[in-house]
Nanobody, 120 residues
Framework: QVQVVESGGGWVQAGGSLRLSCAAS????????MGWYRQAPGKERELVAR???????NYADSVKGRFTISRDNVKNMVALQMNSLKPEDTAVYYC??????????????WGQGTQVTVSS
């Protein structure tokens, strides 16, 4: 079992900043990719940003230049710094972690989600 727990959501006015954190724990042999997705009401879940084990990140066009993803390979954590937030960033944000469990079986685990609300 691999557990993924997010923290850091909340309410902010447009133009403000929030920082999301996510920690993975459990029977982890190796983490390959860590990422953040979001789902707004009535919309499908979409990729916000992902980062590989080497530290290379990729971002949705809608957040480029405003959001920064980073990871701590020792602590099995990933963070998402969100600046210049817009009302359209309002969504539930989910952390996703992929890798190998002990026993070398792949895992693809999701957190429960954290709400981000940006008011205009």
């Amino acid at each position: 079992q691999v557990q993924v727990v997010e923290s850091g959501g909340g309410w902010v006015q447009a133009g403000g900043s929030l920082r999301l954190s996510c920690a993975a724990s459990g029977s982890i042999f190796r983490i390959d990719s860590m990422g953040w997705y979001r789902q707004a009401p009535g919309k499908e879940r979409e990729l916000v940003a992902r980062i590989n084990s080497g530290g290379s990140g990729n971002y949705a066009d809608s957040v480029k230049g405003r959001f920064t993803i980073s990871r701590d390979n020792v602590k099995n954590m990933v963070a998402l710094q969100m600046n210049s937030l817009k009302p359209e960033d309002t969504a539930v944000y989910y952390c996703n972690v992929q890798g190998l469990r002990t026993g070398l079986r792949r895992f693809d685990s999701w957190g429960q989600g954290t709400q981000v609300t940006v008011s205009s």
